[in-house]
């Protein structure tokens, strides 16, 4: 039986209990609610299909019709950032995966368009670096395999080799197994990501292994998968249900995806959220209003 695929490790937690090597803690923080889940046994990473290490779920439903919220998230995303990375998170290397031509794909292209991006003013606008107490961050965007014809995590492991950042933080859509998680939550990871695999073409993995750097991973789910969907409106259904459900839908079963009418505007949106939340964890010395300056288009 086709299992329900999500990449977020708090619905994978809700459909596998009792398992050595996996701890779960809520919180809440200026009314956000915050899900993490440990993952710290290899049989508990196999039966999750995930990498050992820990997984932050920030649920900011309603950030985008109140500000009071839009505000909490932003601040509860950027210290769940911090407590990931450490204090000494710069110099930051971003790479915004995903397809700047596709909506749904576009998160991490976006979210990198709205960066303070200031390893170039070290050496061509010393004093501004110096006056504004600036965080050290490069970015890039290395496009998908079909336009390049190079693996992203080629691209990451030549840049990090050059420029020798800290931290390297990954961004990237991810695919859900609940519509209510579209465009509201957020995982944080320090395991590093495998590009595409929430839509089933998972690529080279970008990991601290692989590109030598610790590797922090962000993502927000912008599709589901539609055999899922179908799955989880119909729940608590047999084997043999679920075979009829996959027949019904056949061949487009493993290769259809749902995601909202307005993806455009979330995502934009989405964007917008990150990209603000990591102008305060790299730059922690200039105000909002200078943020704001900076990143005016």
Same mark, same amino acid.
């Given at each position: 039986?086709?299992?329900?695929?999500?990449?977020?490790?708090?619905?994978?937690?809700?459909?596998?209990?009792?398992?050595?090597?996996?701890?779960?803690?809520?919180?809440?923080?200026?009314?956000?609610?915050?899900?993490?889940?440990?993952?710290?046994?290899?049989?508990?990473?196999?039966?999750?299909?995930?990498?050992?290490?820990?997984?932050?779920?920030?649920?900011?439903?309603?950030?985008?019709?109140?500000?009071?919220?839009?505000?909490?998230?932003?601040?509860?995303?950027?210290?769940?950032?911090?407590?990931?990375?450490?204090?000494?998170?710069?110099?930051?290397?971003?790479?915004?995966?995903?397809?700047?031509?596709?909506?749904?794909?576009?998160?991490?292209?976006?979210?990198?368009?709205?960066?303070?991006?200031?390893?170039?003013?070290?050496?061509?606008?010393?004093?501004?670096?110096?006056?504004?107490?600036?965080?050290?961050?490069?970015?890039?965007?290395?496009?998908?395999?079909?336009?390049?014809?190079?693996?992203?995590?080629?691209?990451?492991?030549?840049?990090? $080799? %050059?420029?020798?950042?800290? /931290?390297?933080?990954? #961004? +990237?859509? @991810?695919?859900?197994?609940?519509? &209510?998680? *579209?465009? !509201?939550?957020?995982?944080?990871?320090?395991?590093?990501?495998?590009?595409?695999?929430?839509?089933?073409?998972?690529?080279?993995?970008?990991?601290?292994?692989?590109?030598?750097?610790?590797?922090?991973?962000?993502?927000?789910?912008?599709?589901?998968?539609?055999?899922?969907?179908?799955?989880?409106?119909?729940?608590?259904?047999?084997?043999?249900?679920?075979?009829?459900?996959?027949?019904?839908?056949?061949?487009? $079963? %493993?290769?259809?995806?749902? /995601?909202?009418?307005? #993806? +455009?505007? @979330?995502?934009?949106?989405?964007? &917008?959220? *990150?990209? !603000?939340?990591?102008?305060?964890?790299?730059?922690?010395?200039?105000?909002?209003?200078?943020?704001?300056?900076?990143?005016?288009?």
């Amino acid at each position: 039986m086709q299992s329900r695929r999500t990449d977020l490790a708090v619905e994978i937690k809700q459909s596998i209990q009792d398992v050595e090597g996996v701890r779960e803690e809520n919180e809440e923080k200026l009314g956000i609610k915050i899900n993490r889940v440990y993952i710290t046994s290899d049989e508990a990473a196999e039966k999750f299909g995930k990498e050992k290490g820990v997984y932050v779920t920030v649920d900011f439903d309603g950030a985008f019709s109140e500000d009071a919220i839009y505000s909490a998230a932003v601040e509860v995303i950027a210290e769940e950032i911090k407590m990931m990375g450490g204090a000494d998170i710069c110099p930051a290397l971003v790479v915004g995966l995903g397809n700047d031509d596709l909506t749904s794909d576009a998160l991490g292209p976006l979210t990198s368009d709205g960066l303070i991006i200031t390893r170039h003013l070290k050496t061509y606008a010393k004093n501004l670096y110096d006056n504004l107490r600036l965080g050290d961050v490069a970015s890039i965007i290395p496009g998908v395999l079909g336009k390049t014809g190079i693996e992203s995590a080629e691209i990451v492991k030549a840049a990090a $080799e %050059k420029i020798t950042p800290k /931290t390297i933080i990954i #961004i +990237d859509a @991810l695919a859900a197994r609940q519509m &209510k998680r *579209l465009c !509201s939550t957020m995982q944080i990871s320090n395991t590093g990501i495998r590009p595409g695999s929430g839509v089933g073409n998972a690529r080279t993995e970008l990991t601290k292994d692989s590109v030598g750097t610790p590797v922090i991973s962000i993502g927000i789910p912008t599709v589901v998968d539609a055999f899922t969907l179908a799955l989880d409106i119909v729940q608590n259904i047999g084997e043999e249900d679920c075979r009829r459900i996959s027949a019904a839908m056949s061949p487009y $079963e %493993k290769n259809l995806i749902v /995601t909202p009418k307005d #993806i +455009d505007s @979330l995502v934009i949106k989405c964007a &917008k959220l *990150l990209s !603000s939340s990591l102008n305060k964890v790299f730059h922690p010395y200039i105000s909002e209003e200078e943020i704001r300056m900076l990143t005016e288009n």
